[in-house]
């Protein structure tokens, strides 16, 4: 959904949110608002030691060795996925990648992607409970096996009031995503983010500043077919491909 046809699908909603509010009915307080999908994955390629036994991977410790072990075949490059709802759940799917799910807490997935392909992504976070908002977590990294080294594709965040997505943080987010070189975060990874939007099918209370109840992200990832050779956030990135 181009960036301003999503705006003014939001205007709607909002403006439905606050005609139909508290005011209209009996409501005596927050109730659950819609079923959260149970943590997984399928249809996916997961790979490497963290995926063994499941559809669910164990989470890299960031804080320690980057290494993958085994690492992916020269045929493939290896991805994580961090993925949560904060406040209810979230879901990450591709036609080509497979669908993610998680729920309040991170949830983890590694895949093995063919370089020089497109995917098509659309990532979910919804609330739990009816008019208490949720903050979207979706974290995408690259491993490069030459350092090894961990390069940061993309990270979704929208934290506004109480921590909790609406249009002002959604804004700030996505203007800040579409500034960053080739759309990813580190420069020497090799994918390239584009054709990124937002929408939402509305929020409740003050309006602009009513927490989303839901907030949806849609990109394309490609994933280039040069190896990664420098480590992450090296100046000699800048110029490259």
């Known amino acids: 959904m181009p960036a301003l046809l999503a705006g003014a699908t939001l205007a709607l909603a909002c403006s439905g949110s606050v005609a139909s509010g508290p005011a209209g009915g009996g409501?005596?307080?927050?109730s659950p608002a819609r079923a959260i999908e149970k943590p997984g994955a399928r249809d996916a390629n997961l790979a490497g030691a963290r995926c063994k036994g499941g559809d669910l991977c164990t989470c890299r410790n960031r804080e320690g060795s980057p290494a993958e072990a085994p690492p992916p075949d020269e045929q493939h490059k290896r991805f994580e996925i961090r993925l949560a709802g904060v406040g209810g759940g979230a879901t990450l799917d591709s036609p080509t990648l497979g669908h993610f799910a998680a729920g309040a807490d991170e949830a983890c997935f590694y895949i093995d992607v063919l370089p020089g392909t497109t995917s098509d992504l659309t990532f979910t976070a919804?609330?739990?409970?009816?008019?208490?908002?949720?903050?979207?977590v979706?974290?995408?990294?690259e491993y490069g096996p030459k350092g090894p080294w961990w390069?940061?594709?993309?990270?979704?965040?929208?934290?506004?009031?109480?921590?909790?997505?609406?249009?002002?943080?959604?804004?700030?987010?996505?203007?800040?995503?579409?500034?960053?070189?080739r759309g990813r975060v580190d420069p020497c990874?090799?994918?390239?983010?584009?054709?990124?939007?937002?929408?939402?099918?509305g929020g409740v209370?003050?309006?602009?500043?009513?927490?989303?109840?839901?907030?949806?992200?849609?990109?394309?990832?490609e994933v280039k077919r040069f190896q990664t050779q420098w480590p992450p956030h090296a100046k000699e990135c800048l110029a490259g491909k």
């Open 27 to 30: 409501s005596s307080g927050p």
């Open 151 to 181: 390069y940061d594709v993309i990270n979704v965040r929208c934290e506004g009031p109480s921590s909790k997505c609406n249009r002002d943080a959604a804004d700030a987010w996505s203007a800040e995503a579409k500034g960053r070189k």
């Open 126 to 136: 919804t609330e739990a409970v009816k008019e208490s908002g949720v903050a979207p």
């Open 205 to 221: 209370g003050n309006r602009e500043l009513g927490l989303f109840k839901d907030f949806t992200a849609h990109f394309t990832m």
């Open 138 to 141: 979706l974290d995408i990294a």
């Open 189 to 201: 990874g090799s994918s390239v983010i584009s054709h990124l939007t937002w929408d939402t099918s």
